[in-house]
């Protein structure tokens, strides 16, 4: 059995995580040949008596072959840090993964990517700047990475996929595994249109703490992070401590001061992270490397075919809902004209009237 697959079983192998798989394959060359191990030899690797037995027991050539057989089977490939296919700049960082499992255009791995993360929560103003910039990023040829997840995340994807570019999805659960529930249709689009990316193989249980250590993948793999909208307890905020720590570039998209959304971009911002007011100021930073420089034209941002006024009442509402009364309060115009722009918004399918006269962004 060759040594790529070796080191797919060891990372398979129930107990072996990242660092006693770290210790077994700095410890000497012997490790490619683990299948003859007895547990007299794992236990001379650091392994516990108990934990050597267990190992030395599943840890044969037809265990290893019914795994291959179950990747086969679903359509996944795995990329070891051994192979010329692994991403380099992951492999560049401090705890890159022994195995990396993959579904759809493996290619993207070393294509110029970004990453774009926030908030599982947005307000409107975070799904349009979210989206805004994934489809400008992908209409320039840079593939669009993020998490999967609900929020800034999903809408991200969903962007990347309406503008027929390339996108990345992480998981944070096993590579078969769509999650949540709500992005499975999202999940098998990037499978056939993009790529799916996990550290975690087939059969493996969820667990909530599996998702801060994909967040190192998101980082290790592209050449920047940017976040778009998050509070200060955002996960997306540990994405970029990791990309900060690799040395990466760090983008925050500005928010309202009074907005708990905008306090962890606004953190960032403080932090020394670049601004970010249009896709122009994350494209500037790439202008060497983009594929499709000055060809794709960059998206219109939100809003920009509305009038003065209207755009006044649009940027009330990407902060959240808001009854007639109170955006007449906010704007402290007449009721006149307040309904008369209002009523423009909705004939523009810029805005919907909710029951209760409440509005809300489309």
């Given at each position: 059995m060759n040594k790529r697959w070796v080191l797919i079983g060891l990372h398979e192998c129930p107990g072996l995580g990242w660092k006693r798989i770290a210790g077994i394959l700095s410890k000497d060359e012997d490790w490619v040949h683990a299948l003859d191990f007895e547990p007299g030899d794992w236990t001379a690797r650091g392994l516990e008596p108990e934990l050597a037995l267990r190992v030395t027991e599943r840890f044969t050539p037809g265990w290893i072959e019914e795994r291959a057989e179950v990747m086969r089977r679903k359509g996944i490939e795995p990329v070891t840090i051994l192979d010329e296919s692994y991403p380099i700049l992951m492999k560049e960082t401090g705890k890159p993964p022994w195995v990396l499992y993959t579904i759809g255009n493996r290619d993207l791995l070393n294509r110029l990517s970004v990453a774009l993360v926030g908030t599982r929560v947005p307000t409107a103003y975070g799904r349009k700047v979210a989206a805004?910039?994934?489809?400008?990023?992908?209409?320039?040829?840079?593939t669009v990475v993020s998490g999967l997840a609900r929020g800034i995340d999903g809408v991200?994807?969903?962007?990347?996929?309406?503008?027929?570019?390339?996108?990345?999805?992480?998981?944070?659960?096993?590579?078969?595994?769509?999650?949540?529930?709500?992005?499975a249709a999202m999940y098998r689009q990037i499978a056939e249109r993009g790529l799916l990316v996990s550290e975690y193989p087939s059969g493996t249980p969820g667990h909530p703490g599996l998702f801060p250590q994909r967040n190192r993948i998101i980082a290790g793999i592209t050449r920047g992070t940017v976040v778009v909208e998050a509070d200060s307890r955002s996960g997306s905020l540990i994405t970029a401590d990791q990309a900060l720590e690799e040395s990466r570039d760090v983008f925050a998209v500005p928010g309202p001061i009074t907005s708990p959304k905008s306090r962890g971009t606004l953190g960032l911002l403080k932090q020394?992270?670049?601004l970010v007011t249009e896709p122009g100021d994350i494209l500037e930073e790439y202008a060497s490397l983009l594929p499709r420089a000055g060809v794709c034209p960059e998206a219109a941002a939100p809003g920009a075919e509305?009038?003065?006024?209207?755009?006044?009442?649009?940027?009330?509402?990407?902060?959240?809902?808001?009854?007639?009364e109170e955006l007449l309060a906010r704007s402290g115009w007449d009721f006149g004209h307040l309904?008369?722009?209002?009523?423009?918004?909705i004939m523009k399918k810029a805005v919907v009237q909710l029951p209760g006269s409440v509005y809300r962004i489309i």
């Open positions: 805004w910039l994934a489809e400008t990023l992908c209409g320039s040829g840079i991200c994807h969903e962007a990347a996929l309406r503008a027929d570019g390339s996108t990345i999805a992480v998981l944070g659960t096993a590579i078969d595994v769509a999650y949540p529930r709500e992005h020394g992270a670049k509305l009038t003065t006024d209207e755009q006044a009442i649009y940027h009330m509402l990407e902060q959240g809902d808001a009854s007639f309904h008369s722009v209002l009523l423009s918004l």
